[in-house]
């Protein structure tokens, strides 16, 4: 489609919507908070639009998101703390946007069914949290072109679900597989 201007509140009266999908559009501006109201959201795809700003905390309430698409827009900030809650999570995108900080620990600890997770291409750094080696589901692991650093952890070599296809020489893991 070709949807210009901003999400509207008013999707978020959509009490029973299952899939949001907005991607490929030329939307802007800030993902509204209200956003996290959509209680039986299982898939909310935001991707390759022009939305800005931090990712909302309020995305930690959708319960039942099972994939959370929000790679190439402009968002900036950390990963929010709240997305811990998101317990039955199993793909999360966040690439080519301006995330900063360190690769939250609790990714590892509470995101135990996540198969995909793509954090390529943002503002990430500091060393890999063994954490990671939590994810005994994990197809696919993408944490190319940030500014991390350190070792790769050597428990990566354990993950049974996925097939090394690269290994850089700043020390990122690209782990792929058939999915």
């Not at 559009?25 to 109201?37: A, E, F």
């Not at 997770?117 to 990430?124: D, H, I, Q, T, Y």
Request: net charge neutral.
């Amino acid at each position: 489609n070709h949807f210009i201007g901003s999400i509207p509140d008013s999707l978020c009266s959509l009490q029973m919507l299952v899939v949001l999908d907005l991607s490929n559009n030329q939307l802007s501006g800030r993902i509204p908070s209200c956003i996290g109201k959509l209680k039986t959201l299982g898939v909310l795809n935001l991707a390759n639009n022009s939305l800005c700003g931090h990712i909302p905390i309020s995305l930690g309430h959708l319960n039942g998101l099972q994939s959370l698409h929000l790679d190439r827009n402009k968002f900036t900030g950390m990963v929010p703390f709240s997305l811990r809650h998101l317990k039955i999570l199993q793909f999360l995108d966040v690439a080519k946007n301006g995330l900063e900080g360190i690769i939250p620990s609790w990714i590892g600890d509470e995101l135990s069914r996540l198969r995909i997770l793509v954090l390529e291409s943002n503002n990430f750094h500091g060393d890999i949290s063994v954490s990671l080696c939590k994810l005994s589901s994990l197809q696919v692991l993408n944490l190319k072109d940030n500014n991390l650093t350190g070792h790769i952890p050597r428990c990566f070599n354990n993950f049974t679900a996925t097939t090394l296809t690269e290994l850089d020489s700043i020390g990122i893991y690209v782990l792929n597989s058939s999915y």
